[in-house]
């Protein structure tokens, strides 16, 4: 980069997985990037937009991370350093479970401009292509965010007792303590009966939906083998999926995104 100064890295949120909901802003930054820090999350089909950009992977598998978030945060600041716009492409939002608090922070610690590009979270976008509300009018009018993995020397799990006992629930990286999770809202009150559902690969042609009980979430996902990722929905809401399953009904037999 010319003149000695820092370039701008933009984090941007590349949605749940179908490439058709990025932002504008988020398609426009990628067709003028000068590089593209791109997570494992973040759907390959985006690269299109940013032909002539250096492209370096900077994901996290599920067990075997390929670099640490101090790797990545380094990554980032060489970038800007030497290039005048860098996309940092992550999975969803930045800001939702996604560690962009923690890439903002390193960025501003070293003087680097930065700008946030929100995106659709998967705990919107894959409930919405299962076909479930997470809100109605007649149903419930609280909906719950919250994570079911925690970061080193904190206490294993959300603590499921803080939360409202009532509302939609939406759990992100919750299948591997599905059973801690289940164990929890039964034992704070949530009737076993309460429907549940689980998605997989939201909004991808691969995505699958489980729907049970809360008492038979667990044992369903183990017979259907579930994997992440995966967000775990839990609610009233959930019933409305018979009535609303529109993407996985288009997508039968295509090959493509229905348009």
């Known amino acids: 980069m010319m003149g000695g100064g820092y370039g701008t ?45 250096e492209h370096i992977f900077a994901g996290k598998r599920p067990g075997g991370h390929l670099l640490p978030q101090e790797e990545i945060n380094r990554i980032l600041v060489a970038c800007a ?13 930045p800001f939702v479970f996604g560690r962009g608090g923690e890439e903002a922070l390193a960025l501003a610690d070293q003087g680097i401009p930065f700008e946030i590009v929100p995106g659709v979270t998967a705990g919107v976008g894959a409930p919405a292509y299962a076909g479930i509300p997470l809100t109605h009018r007649r149903i419930t009018q609280s909906v719950t965010f919250v994570t079911g993995h925690c970061g080193a020397g904190q206490d294993e799990g959300p603590e ?9 629930l939406v759990v992100y990286m ?20 309460t429907p549940a559902a689980i998605v997989e690969w939201g ?30 929905i839990i609610g009233e809401v959930v019933a409305l999926r018979e009535q609303l399953h529109w993407f996985e009904r288009r997508w039968a037999g295509r090959e493509e995104y229905p348009a």
């Open 203 to 232: 909004t991808y042609p691969r995505q699958r939906t489980l729907v049970a009980t809360l008492a038979t979430l667990e044992e369903e996902s183990r017979r259907a083998v579930i994997d992440p990722p995966a967000i775990l």
């Open 81 to 93: 350093r030497r290039l005048s716009c860098v996309v940092r492409l992550k999975g969803g939002d």
């Open 9 to 53: 890295v933009y984090l941007v949120g590349a949605g749940p997985g179908d490439p058709g909901l990025i932002t504008v802003r988020g398609r426009d930054l990628l067709e003028r990037a000068d590089a593209v820090v791109y997570d494992y999350l973040a759907n390959d089909a985006l690269l299109a937009y940013a032909p002539r950009a």
């Open 160 to 168: 499921l007792s803080r939360l409202a006992e009532e509302g939609t």
């Open 174 to 193: 919750g299948v591997k303590r599905l059973a801690h999770v289940v164990a929890r809202l039964i034992a704070i009150g949530r009737s076993p009966a």
